[in-house]
């Protein structure tokens, strides 16, 4: 536990550098990377032998980055072909163990990555404190389900997939992003009857990423997608939720009234 709480502090430290402190360029270049290194921890899931495999999708979602940058590409249709897939994701967990076919395993992760790339992207361009609080939503969430599960939790949320994960977690999660979003009002004018349901849906969605890809780890015999985290695991482990959450934000930013 204090392994994992150093590593967290650090990790928001420099994640607070990044945002407001150090030029756009490098907060760029710090997303890329992230990027990269979560295509190369998927590629441990796509199932082939060898390094060659893992590089070539690396490249092939470096790719992808490089041509959604490039060239003018509707955003709003990325996020929402990517909330269709998360939906989809979540129909699939009901039916796990159940074989994930290799093209599908290589599809996912660039239904993961370029998604989230674009919108993390776009929220740190709109306002790096946008894009803090859509990362506030999904640790709140994740936090409260954290101490609501180990206090309250009895029903098991996907027994196949994440034993630790409860109902009673689930809803303490979603509690606590309540209480994230009225505080927030209170010095930034938002409409709460709408606010509150968006960042409740951001949220519940942030908890389909962490199970789908524990589904692909699992899938693949792994218990963590990387170890570059002491305590945490990989980078994986650090964004799945965020994976599933941070598109949603980003399209929904207009229906709030916060674009």
């Not at 027994?159 to 689930?170: D, L, M, N, Y």
Request: a neutral charge; charged letters at 10%.
């Amino acid at each position: 536990m204090k392994q994992r709480i150093i590593t967290a502090v650090v990790a928001l430290l420099a994640l607070l550098l990044v945002l407001f402190y150090l030029p756009g360029e490098v907060a760029l270049a710090v997303i890329v990377a992230v990027m990269l290194a979560g295509a190369w921890e998927w590629s441990a899931f796509l199932g082939v032998p060898g390094k060659t495999a893992r590089i070539a999708y690396v490249v092939i979602i470096a790719g992808l980055l490089a041509a959604v940058t490039i060239f003018e590409v509707d955003a709003a249709i990325i996020f929402k072909v990517s909330l269709a897939w998360w939906i989809l994701a979540l129909v699939w967990t009901f039916f796990f163990p159940t074989p994930i076919p290799g093209f599908v395993r290589w599809l996912s992760g660039m239904l993961v990555l370029v998604p989230l790339f674009l919108a993390l992207v776009i929220l740190y361009n709109a306002a790096p404190e946008l894009l803090l609080f859509a990362l506030l939503i999904v640790w709140v969430a994740d936090t409260g389900a954290y101490f609501a599960g180990k206090a309250l939790g009895r029903v098991k949320l996907a027994p196949a997939i994440s034993p630790g994960k409860t109902w009673e977690g689930v809803i303490g999660g979603l509690l606590a992003v309540v209480v994230l979003t009225v505080l927030r009002s209170t010095w930034a004018d938002t409409d709460l009857a709408v606010f509150i349901p968006f960042c409740l849906a951001v949220a519940s969605i942030s908890i389909v990423g962490d199970l789908t890809v524990s589904m692909f780890k699992r899938t693949a015999g792994l218990k963590d997608s990387g170890s570059l985290f002491p305590g945490h695991g990989g980078v994986l482990d650090r964004i799945d939720s965020v994976a599933a959450a941070a598109p949603l934000f980003a399209l929904g930013l207009g229906w709030v009234g916060l674009s």
